[in-house]
């Protein structure tokens, strides 16, 4: 299959998904603020404060970043190959009484100038990109000397979440690839300073509570999606085991088990 086809499916994907989403449904504070939300916490807590600063969310999907981001003072363009996700990004944003702009945008090909953000964001991007590494080069190129790019996706290494992942067949698309965590090694090629760490070890209980105990179809709902929505009621489960996870993480050999990587990379 062609990289050309491989974008249309990931386009087709998205706007067919974006085609069932309710805007007024989505508790934008909760994607980052939320308990089960660790990652945006952590790149939250390394960008600072974010006042009048013009920021690109790439791969912005229905535009939960570029609203709390905007919420912020933050100047937001919220970008997305697919069309359809872009709209639900412009509709969220109007729903929240905040202004964004909407950019039909390929992450391989960025459609601004050099140095022209202060801060690059990417949710759970990288992995839908056939070349994740010319995605970063494109974000370091667009972003503004001493700005910063930030990112968060899936690594690939954990058995658990790829037992589900071989389950959740459909709402996956096909071609997505987790990350290997070497692909630190091309973030701290390209960028003066990194911080990054990884999230969600003896937490994906939760997981398999879903599966096993609640017997909630996988294909049904998104269970990333749920630790979101659901943050209140899981809050008791999840918090003990994250401290578990703390210690763990000490261990050499265990951060590449963790499902997520979260990255803030600076320019």
Not at 209 to 238: C, D, G, M, S, T
Request: proline fraction near 5%; charge should be neutral; charged fraction near 25%.
């Amino acid at each position: 299959m062609g990289l050309a086809d491989r974008l249309q499916k990931e386009r087709s994907f998205h706007d067919q998904w974006a085609a069932g989403i309710d805007v007024d449904g989505i508790r934008v504070a909760d994607y980052f603020e939320a308990c089960t939300a660790p990652e945006n916490r952590f790149i939250l807590n390394h960008l600072g404060d974010v006042r009048g600063k013009l920021l690109l969310d790439l791969g912005c999907g229905a535009g939960e970043n570029s609203v709390y981001f905007a919420r912020r003072g933050v100047s937001c363009v919220a970008a997305d190959y697919s069309p359809g996700m872009v709209e639900v990004a412009l509709k969220l944003a109007r729903a929240n009484q905040v202004s964004v702009t909407g950019r039909v945008i390929n992450a391989l090909e960025i459609d601004f100038p050099d140095n022209t953000f202060d801060i690059v964001y990417a949710a759970n991007l990288l992995h839908h990109i056939p070349d994740p590494a010319i995605a970063l080069r494109e974000m370091h190129r667009v972003v503004k000397p001493g700005g910063q790019v930030c990112f968060w996706d899936p690594l690939k290494h954990n058995p658990v979440i790829n037992i589900y992942r071989q389950i959740a067949q459909q709402v996956r698309t096909e071609d997505e690839a987790p990350l290997d965590i070497a692909i630190l090694e091309t973030v701290r090629s390209l960028f003066s300073q990194v911080n990054a760490e990884t999230f969600w070890l003896t937490t994906l209980w939760i997981f398999l509570h879903f599966y096993f105990i609640e017997r909630v179809n996988p294909n049904r709902e998104r269970y990333w999606k749920k630790i979101i929505l659901e943050h209140q009621r899981l809050a008791p489960i999840y918090h003990p085991l994250e401290r578990l996870d703390q210690k763990l993480k000490k261990l050499p050999f265990l951060p590449r088990l963790a499902w997520n990587l979260a990255v803030v990379a600076v320019k």
